[in-house]
């Protein structure tokens, strides 16, 4: 019998296999939670249980009281990201335009990349209170550095031999700026901003935690105050509901730009 | 050097001025270095005493270096900054070592990789720090939910890191090993271990500095002791100089330690560059 009929497992592709296993990795897990809280093995108090979950979200979103703290901190991660784009930006253009400066604050910046900026957040807190301003300046400090370093790097590397094949087919600095440099800066800063999504997001949640009056971490450090692991499990779903759509948008706003990447330096 | 192509054609005199008398040059550098900090920590000063700035919310240089003084002279900061240091050490070799494993687990079955890594990416979306106040409800106010928080902000760091190292193998180095016949014993002792060696080493400095990060966020959401209990509580009953002088101790460990780790990284440099020279 077991030479005529292959098993069941041994059928399957390799490919289809891991889909197998993907599966089972996520399904599992999520099955033994459902059965354990709901047989009454974990206390649905420090576990949860899906149906809590289920219902403290459908209630979040139905009754409309979560939309205020998800528009708190999304306002954060979205306004934080603009300064520290903005200012990363002018950082990096104005310092590469002057190399003394450059040389002056050197080890200022390394010494501020290296510090984990998140731990900053009581500092912004005494600075501008437990509102979004705070937070919009942990996100900020954040998302300064990367965006720096990366363009700083980037309008080092732009190729050189295309610089001057421009310059002898005949083009002004203004063409130099508007066809060469900018969209260089524009694909190091998509690069950089790609990379800067996620932790915008935890340092305006992490901000949230230390002192705040509204957004999702603060509901979740207020659960944790309260014990209800519930409503921290919902928090953090809803920070992944909140960071799937931007990393989408990001993809697509890179997506968009591959089609006018200038070319790199392997391509001269 | 610093100038691009582009502004050096703009501002070619700085290019220039800058090939010249190199040594008075860096002492003027340094010079406005100096210059820069101590604006800063005047302007701070005189701006809080003469009330510009209000003293609750921001201190004033001298009470903070205060503080620093107190602190130093009494015993209990060693335990403070112990107790950080453990949290974020302990954490850390958790999660690397997990990593490593999972890691080798890839190497000796693509199958596993390929059903982990889309769930890895999936867990991938939470933001890890957000995660302490879960583990405070679920571990107490102690080390473990520190040691845990920050083992599994390290856990996906090294493993992104060791997965990505480990397709940049060299291709034709690994046919070549397999032709001569060699088994996977041989080829992880010989092979894999040196190639994703130099990753490791190229990811402990991010993900040490994050490690610090994770302990003392996790401290910040509820403990006892420690450099984030020390700078929270001062937020908390408004003394700030007590605030800015554990960030300040912190500033102080973190550089010390990424220096540390900068020294090793080019001491185990040597290794990975070895590595280069064989693919």
Redesign the interface.
């Known amino acids: 019998m077991p030479a005529t009929t292959p098993s069941f497992y041994a059928g399957l592709s390799k490919a289809a296999n891991a889909r197998l296993l993907s599966v089972c990795l996520v399904a599992v897990p999520l099955a033994v939670w459902a059965i354990n809280t709901s047989v009454g093995i974990w206390q649905p108090s420090t576990f949860s249980s899906p149906r809590e979950l289920g219902s403290l979200l459908f209630e979040w979103f139905s009754g409309g009281s979560i939309y205020p703290h998800m528009l708190q901190t999304i306002f954060e991660v979205v306004v934080g990201l603009v300064f520290g784009t903005v200012l990363g930006v002018t950082f990096a253009l104005s310092l590469s335009a002057l190399p003394t400066l450059y040389e002056i604050f050197n080890p200022f910046i390394i010494a501020g990349n290296a510090i984990p900026r998140v731990i900053l957040a009581p500092i912004f807190v005494l600075w501008l209170g437990f509102g979004a301003t705070s937070k919009i300046a942990v996100v900020t400090a954040m998302i300064f550095f990367p965006f720096f370093f990366n363009i700083f790097h980037g309008l080092k590397s732009v190729n050189a031999d295309l610089v001057n094949r421009a310059r002898t087919l005949g083009a002004k600095r203004l063409d130099l700026v508007t066809n060469i440099y900018l969209p260089s800066v524009a694909v190091w800063a998509l690069a950089s901003l790609r990379a800067s999504v996620g932790f915008a997001f935890l340092a305006a949640v992490v901000a949230e935690y230390t002192g705040a009056s509204g957004g999702v971490g603060y509901l979740i450090g207020f659960a944790a105050q309260v014990g209800s692991v519930t409503q921290i499990f919902a928090g953090i779903c809803v920070i992944m509901l909140m960071v799937l759509p931007f990393n989408f948008l990001v993809s697509f706003m890179e997506g968009r730009l591959e089609r006018w990447r200038p070319a790199s330096s392997g391509r001269t | 050097?610093?100038?691009?192509?582009?502004?050096s054609n703009?501002?070619e005199v700085?290019?220039s001025r800058?090939s010249l008398r190199l040594r008075n040059r860096s002492l003027v550098?340094w010079a406005?270095?100096l210059l820069?900090v101590v604006l800063i920590v005047g302007f701070w000063q005189i701006s809080v005493d003469n009330r510009w700035l209000p003293r609750i919310?921001?201190g004033t240089p001298r009470t903070i270096l205060d503080q620093l003084i107190v602190w130093l002279q009494t015993p209990q900061i060693v335990y403070h900054v112990f107790l950080t240091l453990l949290e974020a050490s302990l954490g850390f070799l958790v999660g690397a070592g997990l990593a490593v494993l999972i890691v080798a687990g890839f190497i000796f079955s693509?199958?596993?990789e390929?059903?982990?890594m889309?769930?890895l990416s999936?867990l991938n979306?939470?933001?890890?720090?957000?995660?302490?106040?879960?583990y405070?409800?679920?571990f107490g106010f102690d080390l473990a939910p520190k040691i845990i928080l920050v083992a599994t902000v390290v856990f996906f760091i090294v493993v992104f890191n060791l997965q990505n190292g480990l397709h940049t193998v060299s291709r034709s180095l690994l046919s070549n090993l397999r032709v001569l016949g060699a088994g996977r014993v041989e080829m992880t002792r010989y092979f894999y271990i040196p190639a994703l060696f130099g990753w490791f080493v190229a990811g402990i400095r991010t993900s040490i500095?994050?490690a610090?990060?994770a302990a003392?966020?996790g401290e910040?959401?509820?403990s006892t002791a420690g450099l984030?209990y020390l700078?929270?509580f001062?937020?908390a009953r408004y003394r700030?100089e007590e605030?800015?002088a554990g960030?300040i101790l912190?500033?102080v460990l973190?550089?010390l330690i990424?220096y540390g780790l900068s020294l090793l990284e080019r001491r185990l440099g040597h290794w990975a560059l070895g590595r280069e020279a064989l693919d």
Do not use: C, E, N
């Open positions: 050097m610093a100038a691009s192509v582009f502004w703009m501002s700085a290019v800058s550098i406005a270095r820069v919310s921001f693509s199958t596993f390929r059903a982990t889309p769930l999936m979306a939470i933001p890890r720090m957000a995660l302490g106040p879960l405070i409800v679920w500095g994050f610090f990060a003392i966020v910040y959401i509820g984030g700078i929270s001062g937020l700030p605030t800015y960030i912190v500033l973190v550089i990424d």
